[in-house]
């Protein structure tokens, strides 16, 4: 059995919210087409951008980032009495969730797997709005702003940055580009990378 690790790192950006979203579309159709059965986290990202290939925010998504998402998905789930759908989704190489799932990974897959997801999209519509209505005190920069402020920290904290592949620097900017300050970003990717060695 799985156990839960640590809470909630951060307050939700709002592109966790909407890469979260277009997961939960991905998961619960997974959960249909393939009862019982676990997505890799890149494959999961994978299925999104093909599901959703206009979105440029699901575009962007990388795997080093997901963990925030789908703990926006379980957020949703725990707050309406669902089953953790978030569940499906798992590491390549460990082939289970990352360490902080919070729960009876087997016993989930297997509610995950009985439930009726049919009902649930007005709900999670109705979420993501306050949710978006939550996050919006973070002010949202341009790309090419956030790749400026990422290039300046990046000169002035190399080190820092020398454990970093490029996709997880891109989650760098992912997150900066959701309003939240450099130093924040860079220990969330950090922090990411850890939970998922």
Request: hydrophobic share 45%; aromatic share 8%; with cysteine.
């Amino acid at each position: 059995m799985i156990k839960a690790s640590t809470v909630l790192p951060r307050p939700f950006t709002v592109n966790d919210i909407r890469v979260g979203t277009a997961l939960f579309a991905v998961l619960v159709a997974h959960a249909r087409e393939k009862p019982g059965q676990t997505v890799f986290y890149g494959d999961l990202l994978d299925q999104a951008r093909a599901r959703f290939p206009e979105d440029a925010e699901v575009d962007r998504a990388v795997p080093i980032g997901i963990g925030m998402k789908l703990l926006f998905v379980e957020a949703f789930c725990k707050a309406h009495g669902y089953p953790n759908l978030a569940c499906l989704a798992v590491n390549r190489g460990k082939r289970i969730p990352g360490l902080a799932y919070p729960g009876d990974w087997e016993r989930e897959m297997r509610e995950v797997a009985e439930f009726n997801w049919d009902e649930v999209q007005p709900v999670l519509d109705a979420y993501v709005g306050e949710a978006i209505v939550a996050a919006t005190p973070l002010r949202p920069i341009s790309r090419e702003k956030a790749l400026e402020i990422r290039y300046k920290h990046f000169t002035d904290n190399r080190p820092a940055y020398a454990p970093l592949t490029e996709s997880e620097r891109e989650e760098i900017v992912n997150i900066l580009m959701s309003g939240v300050d450099v130093e924040r970003a860079l220990a969330m990717v950090l922090e990411a990378k850890a939970a998922l060695a």
